[in-house]
């Protein structure tokens, strides 16, 4: 199940892994990550090849993922399409010298590979979560952009919450006006306090 021991992969050498398939990933998915409920069976395909120290892997994954609103926690249908690329290195390579120079070479993520194996199932379950949106919303919540409230709280949006740290930094006109009447006062207090030492 999209799973190679190192064993495997070195048995094919310089030669390409292909791989195409359809995956079901739950019940598993779900056990691992309480924020999804469901997933359709994901389509995923790619390679893997031998890289000096390690293995590069390309994956390419699409299916619909149920996760839940991030205002209301109800069940929202998320369609994911993605693409990731993984550089996994035998544990025994860890921190060697030509893992490093590997890492340096590649703008990849580097996995450790444990109980010597890669394991693209795994990755994928992780690259669903890691591709879900940071704002999830039914469509209803979409539609209506109203943020729950309560009583002395109500949740705002990061760009109303922007906008209101803007409007905080901006000087105000008229606290300026006071300071700047304090600071003259202080300054005529002291002229009358330096009169009256001579």
């Known amino acids: 199940m999209l799973q190679w021991t190192e064993a495997d992969l070195r048995k094919q050498g310089n030669r390409e892994i292909q791989f195409d398939r359809d995956v079901p990933l739950m019940p598993e998915i779900a056990e691992r ?3 999804i409920s469901d997933a359709s069976i994901y389509h995923v395909q790619g390679t893997i090849k031998a890289d000096g120290a390690g293995w590069l892997a390309t994956v390419h994954a699409t299916g619909e993922v149920t996760a839940h609103s991030t205002r209301s926690l109800a069940p929202v249908r998320v369609a994911q399409d993605f693409t990731f690329t993984e550089l996994w290195i035998p544990q025994e390579q860890w921190g060697s010298e030509p893992a490093e120079k590997l890492m340096d070479t590649h703008q990849a ?3 450790p590979m444990a109980h010597d194996m890669i394991d693209i199932y795994g990755a994928v379950s992780d690259h669903v979560v890691l591709e879900l949106p940071s704002q999830i ?3 209803e919540e979409a539609k209506q952009d109203v943020m729950p409230a309560g009583q002395d709280w ?5 760009a109303e ?3 209101q740290k803007k409007a905080d930094a901006k000087p105000n006109p008229e606290l300026a006006k006071l300071k700047s009447l304090l600071q003259d006062q202080e300054k005529d207090d002291k002229d009358d ?3 009256h030492k001579d």
């Open 161 to 163: 919450y922007e906008a």
């Open 154 to 158: 109500h949740v705002i949006s990061e």
């Open 33 to 35: 990550f309480e924020d």
């Open 109 to 111: 993520l580097t996995i």
């Open 193 to 195: 306090t330096d009169q």
């Open 137 to 139: 919303l039914t469509d």
